[in-house]
């Protein structure tokens, strides 16, 4: 084994343990976020919840904008993929519509914080418009996705002739971001799940 190789070899428990430490930050940093708000939260309480020092915090994230960003960028990419995902062997508009709140439910579940935080931003991007702009370029996934699904929606004939898919894009938000609230703020398994099956039932109605 040369000297590159056993440094190399040496090295990587650090590297992983780095990866696990900042992964436990953004976690406790959303959970945080998600409880008690941007505000409120501090690097301190964060580092604690983690257990590290407040003072290690800075290696992983220079401020809380960035630990903030770090935890709305994860939440992003988890629910853009899940939905991508669930929604890619369906045909239809309603089919698409139905797997992907059933996948945006099921991530949910996973994480209970999740809600909270997805909830809490529109309110603290306009509290701190460094934050709405920090994050605004980490949107462009979750819209890209959207807007192809119901511009090809529209191009199908699926939706009335003076639906746009702009006016579609617009409804479908609409409804996610309002099941979110909902469901954050009722916190009722069985009603969640009965406004979920409404929600499908009223989109298929009404593009049939």
């Known amino acids: 084994m040369t000297l590159l190789e056993s440094t190399k070899k040496l090295g990587r428990p650090c590297a992983t343990d780095a990866l696990e430490t900042r992964n436990r930050l953004v976690r406790e940093a959303r959970a945080s976020f998600a409880t008690i708000g941007y505000d409120a939260t501090t690097n301190r309480t964060v580092a604690a919840a983690a257990g590290i020092t407040t003072g290690a915090i800075y290696h992983y994230f220079p401020s809380k904008l960035d630990m903030y960003v770090a935890a709305f960028e994860e939440v992003q990419t988890m629910v853009t993929e899940a939905v991508i995902k669930a929604a890619a062997p369906c045909e239809t508009l309603v089919d698409k519509f139905a797997a992907i709140i059933d996948a945006l439910a099921n991530v949910s579940k996973n994480d209970p914080s999740l809600v909270g935080f997805v909830v809490g931003v529109a309110a603290e991007a306009r509290r701190h418009p460094e934050l ?77």
């Open 132 to 208: 709405s702009d920090a994050i605004r370029p980490l949107r462009k996934d979750w819209a890209m996705f959207m807007q192809q699904l119901c511009e090809e929606a529209v191009a199908r004939g699926e939706v009335g002739s003076q639906m746009s898919a702009r006016t579609l894009q617009d409804l479908f938000d609409v409804m996610i971001s309002g099941l979110a609230r909902f469901s954050y703020v009722i916190n009722d398994h069985e009603r969640d799940e009965n406004v979920i099956e409404g929600l499908k039932r009223f989109v298929a109605a009404a593009v049939s």
